[in-house]
Nanobody, 134 residues
Framework: VQLQASGGGLVQVGGSLKLTCVGS????????FGWFHQAPGKEREGVAF?????????????VKGRFTISADTISSHAAGNTVFLQIRNLKPEDTGVYYC???????????????????????WGQGTLVTVSS
């Protein structure tokens, strides 16, 4: 499995950015894509999730209305996919590295029972840096 995140950069407060994660080498069956944010000096936190089988999306409360996750393909049979994270009305606290990751089972059926727990995910991309200037 390979995941390649891109699209980060320097943006002013209130601006928008679209992050891209290109994935390949998936096995057939259910998988979910997650986007995670790691602010400087803080732990990595999940912010958005999309399921491959039905395209359902989930967000942490702090980003609802500003973040939108989407995917090129909604299918459990695709060996690859491209997932996006649109971020609007950027705030200084959005600064950090954004990572994409996939999980091969429904996160709700894992021990963490969460779409946003990094421990649940199986494979990770290298991250892309977003810096929001005020």
């Amino acid at each position: 499995v390979q995941l390649q995140a891109s699209g980060g950069g320097l943006v002013q407060v209130g601006g928008s950015l679209k992050l891209t994660c290109v994935g390949s080498g998936f096995r057939a069956g259910y998988y979910g894509f997650g986007w995670f944010h790691q602010a400087p000096g803080k732990e990595r936190e999940g912010v958005a999730f999309i399921s491959s089988d039905d395209g359902s999306t989930h967000y942490v409360d702090s980003v609802k209305g500003r973040f939108t996750i989407s995917a090129d393909t909604i299918s459990s049979h695709a060996a690859g996919n491209t997932v996006f994270l649109q971020i609007r009305n950027l705030k200084p606290e959005d600064t950090g590295v954004y990572y994409c990751a996939i999980v091969y089972r429904n996160p709700l059926y894992t021990e963490a029972r969460s779409y946003f727990d990094p421990r649940t995910f199986d494979f990770w991309g290298q991250g892309t840096l977003v810096t929001v200037s005020s």
